[in-house]
């Protein structure tokens, strides 16, 4: 008698362990697919991993798989090897770290082949017609606009929304004269017009794209190290050409959904091949048929956030991580996965070379390179006529500020105002004043959730939490002592905003934040707005610190430049020289000089020494030499165990139970050179309602470390304590808050 086969299959549940079940006849299984099976009361969709005829629970006990979804694996035999390396090395449950690299349709078993999209189309009549013969059907005329300015001119139904409530019914009216057609054709992906003719390189980008070129094949990983407008993605798209020319596809990963509508468009001019956008800003029908096209070899380019480095290739040929250094690659919840060196490691898999581009490389990456990991390449010099800026330290000590804004920054605008070109004026913290204040009895606006003040909005004269999103009416006067006078501390960039408004009445001014940009599609047309010359002044936060090209601007202010100095987290004197390197280097991007004035209380801090010469190396060099010597990152390993409860001390004594265990593992497995720190409370404990603390491991070496974590975590899991708080294991945490 022939067994019945026995598939071992994840499924999307907490437990870090796959479940036996049988595959009864006429079905067949291979690794890689999804099934339907049988959980408890549920029915669960899960993923095969591997397939046997033995198990530890007798055949009697085992349930048989109620459906296969799949003739093809939904994941490739690398792609699945590159995920069950990832959840063993973030120890994360397999099943839920599958799921998470699947679009939400196969999620919930979805057909692999995703629905063609209905799409309007401007047909020929559509395109000649005189949209004043219109007259009054202001939503028509929009939509025949939109039309006429899409790709292609077709529209998907998410595209419309934003035009009017009532855009089905002028469609619908457009499609009866004609003017419009429905299809069920996609979108396509490909450039509208022949590519454009590549520029020239210089001779550091020609050597960097010759160097990869020949890798082309095997692997390797190159760190591409350009100062900021070097021109490195003129290098990705030499590369990335070579790649379609044989036939493969190339992965490019960016950090920031921001960045995507800039680069989307490049690669599209210069392209003669389907290029595809996965990031969490597209609805979920769009994101199913990017995947679908991506791997069904559609696409030869898939240019998205981080979740895209999960994305199915059918022919693998290059990875590219723009702004590597960044700290949006890794997942801060649930799956806490960094999708740069799970692009390392998948392409050491499929044997092709991976690119790690940035001006201000993380400083691992950095040691890396040194170490022989990756391969070194340097852009030294900016691209073409354009030279690095001047920057210019504003000691706050010596110099008066009008809401936040020094005199000499002030007068720094009004020149490039007159002379036709652009500022950019940068502060990382959105809102109007962060600190609402009483000057009678001192009382200040705190979150009654969080460990925080509440940040003063003018415009809805609303206080908010940037922590936990609460929201409160501003109170009239002091709800402490009753005194009127309330005043704001300190500025956000609705106050800059304001103030530059104020000084320059005749300037356009844009803001680009959090709160300016929630609405779908409105950054793509700021920035589109920058290009075309309309904005006079950019006041933004971080969202225009990266990777645009704005050719006009020739100065940047930054405000508040001393925000992580001081900080409790080792690596954000990193953080905030790499955040002000990129923004310095928006300036003087073309032919124009371009200056930074950074506005200061402690200009006589070494840091800024490395600053003013554009010295990242030498910034470097001394932040690596105080890690060594505190035997930090990267020449040890943290990981983070974390621990929050609505009860103050719960989450701290689950943590004093959970470092016993450890130390317990530690002896039995003779793990040396594991430290095991006290558990504390976060730097911010109170957050949302619930108390945070925090635990501490480190090791020189990575296998004790995690021979350490796998058994810890067996003892966790399985303690009744463990359920009385929520906890969370963080692996090579970017910081410690």
Known sequence: MIATPIARIAVPVPRRQTFDFLVPAPLSVRPGVRVRVPFGARRLVGVVIGIGTDSELPVARLKPVAEVLDLQPVFPPKLLAT??????????????????????????????????????CLTEAGLAFDTTALGRAAVQQRLLALLRAAPWHRLQPEQCHHVSPSWHRAMAALVEKRLVAIDQAPVPSAAAMPPASPVTLNAAQRAAAQTILASLGGYQSFLLHGITGSGKTEVYLRVVESVIERG??????????????????????????????LHSGLSVSQRHQAWWSACSGAAAVVLGTRSAVFTPLQHPGVFIVDEEHDTSYKQQDGFRYHARDLALYRAKLEGIPVILGSATPALETLTNAANGRHRGLALPARAGA???????????RRTATDDGLSMPLIAAIRQRIERNEQSLVFLNRRGYAPVLYCCQCHWHARCPRCDAKLTYHKRQHQLRCHHCGHQASAPPSCPHCGHGSLINLGEGTQRIEESLGTLFPQATILRVDR???RRKGHLEKTLQRVHEGEA??????????????????????????????????????????????????????????GDVLIQTWYPAHPYFESLLAHDYAGFAEITLTERREAHYPPYSYFVLLR?????????????????????????????????????????????????RAQLLVSAAHRRPLHRVLTSWLQRLEHSPRSR??????????????
Do not use: C
Not at 104 to 113: D, I, K, T
Not at 249 to 277: C, S
Not at 386 to 396: E, K, Q, V, W
Not at 683 to 688: G, L, S, T, V
């Open 515 to 517: 709160d300016t940009t």
């Open 248 to 277: 493969q596809q190339a992965l490019v990963l960016v950090p920031e959904i921001a960045l995507t509508p800039q680069l989307i468009e490049r690669f599209r001019q210069r392209l003669d091949a389907a290029v595809v956008v």
């Open 83 to 120: 995920l069950r390396w990832a959840a063993d090395y973030y120890h994360h449950p397999l099943g839920e770290v599958l799921a998470t690299a699947l679009p939400v349709p196969l999620r919930r078993g979805s057909q692999v082949e995703p629905r063609r999209a209905q799409t309007y």
């Open 386 to 396: 354009a030279s690095l800026p001047r920057i210019h330290l504003l000691d706050l």
């Open 536 to 593: 006079d002044i950019l006041v933004g936060t971080q969202l225009l610190a990266k990777g645009h090209d704005f050719p006009n601007v020739t100065l940047v202010g930054v405000i508040n430049a001393d925000q992580g100095l001081y900080s409790v987290d080792f690596r954000a004197a990193e953080h905030l020289f790499q955040q002000i390197i990129q923004v310095a280097g928006r300036a003087g991007r073309a032919d124009k000089p």
């Open 643 to 691: 621990a929050e409860s609505s009860q103050k001390r719960a989450a701290i004594g689950f943590l004093d139970f959970a470092r016993e265990q450890a130390l317990q593992v530690t002896q039995q497995t003779r793990s040396k050179g594991v430290l095991i720190m006290d558990p504390v409370p976060a730097p911010m404990e109170k957050r949302a309602g619930r108390f």
């Open 724 to 737: 009385k708080v929520r906890w969370s294991l963080d692996v090579d945490p970017v910081d410690l808050y």
